[in-house]
């Protein structure tokens, strides 16, 4: 089983990560539409931790977009990559991301991350972080809407609500703006929205579209819930063999690998 390590200049503490943030959010393209929704590929990314381990697994999903069909999947284990932090989870887990998008043997499409695009603090979420590493278009799903809040929302799938920064909050510029960061996306009727941001390449109105055509049967998209169940798969293969990181003891025979994500919200 091969791992996937970090690169040797990838970010080790807080402030470098920020750093990084800061200087690559300026990339992120916000005025093309993206691709027409029900047409061409689109791909799922998600992950899952073994913290014991010190291994993270991506795995990466390609459907068609009309029909919902797998069409090509992939996966990668490395290391993680990156104490966690609130705000820079993509730092743990894009090294396996992107191997896992490398490793697919056609065009990934659009891709779906779950977690955010602008909607986070520092309006660079993973999916922003990803879109501009790799140049595709790319969205963000997240369950629950991180520090920003919204207006009441409709009961009928397709409703939707702004999602917003809390009073007085500033853009990473100094700026207090009121701006639409995401929106809250009832894709079910009666059940909990999902939460809809740009990444890169794509709009609002589209996103929403899009993830809209993948739900539509349940609350999260087909493929978060496709890469999900790939990802945790991979992890368990990949514990087999593994044995825990020096310090964290051994866990107990039998015993399951850890939750597929930290308690806190992917960002």
């Not at 791992?3 to 040797?8: G, V």
């Not at 697994?57 to 977009?65: E, F, G, P």
């Not at 009309?66 to 990559?81: H, K, N, P, S």
């Not at 966690?84 to 065009?107: H, M, T």
Request: net charge negative; charged share 20%.
């Amino acid at each position: 089983m091969k791992i996937i390590e970090a690169p040797a200049d990838w970010p080790a503490d807080a402030a470098r990560a920020r750093a990084v943030q800061d200087g690559l959010r300026a990339r992120v393209i916000l005025d093309e539409s993206g691709p027409p929704p029900g047409t061409g590929l689109v791909t799922g990314v998600d992950v899952a931790y073994d913290d014991e381990r010190d291994l993270v697994a991506a795995a990466a999903v390609v459907l068609d977009a009309g029909t919902l069909a797998v069409v090509a999947e992939a996966t990668a284990v490395g290391r993680i990559a990156f104490p966690y932090v609130p705000g820079l989870l993509a730092f743990r887990e894009l090294p396996a991301v992107l191997a896992a998008l490398e490793s697919l043997p056609s065009d990934p499409g659009l891709v779906v991350c779950d977690g955010y695009g602008r909607a986070h603090p520092r309006r660079f979420g993973l999916a922003s972080h990803l879109g501009v590493l790799t140049g595709l278009p790319v969205i963000g799903v997240a369950k629950n809407p991180f520090v920003f809040s919204h207006d009441v929302l409709g009961p009928e799938r397709g409703d939707t609500a702004a999602l917003r920064a809390p009073a007085g909050d500033r853009r990473p510029d100094g700026e207090a703006v009121d701006e639409e960061v995401g929106r809250a996306l009832r894709t079910q009727r009666g059940v909990k929205p999902v939460y809809v941001s740009v990444g890169h390449r794509v709009g609002l109105d589209n996103a929403c579209a899009h993830v809209l055509g993948l739900t539509p049967d349940y609350r999260l998209p087909e493929t978060t819930r496709r890469a999900d169940r790939l990802c945790r798969q991979a992890l368990a293969a990949a514990t087999v063999s593994a044995a825990p990181r020096p310090g964290s003891g051994s866990p107990p025979t039998g015993a399951a690998p850890a939750a597929h994500r930290p308690s806190p919200p992917p960002e």
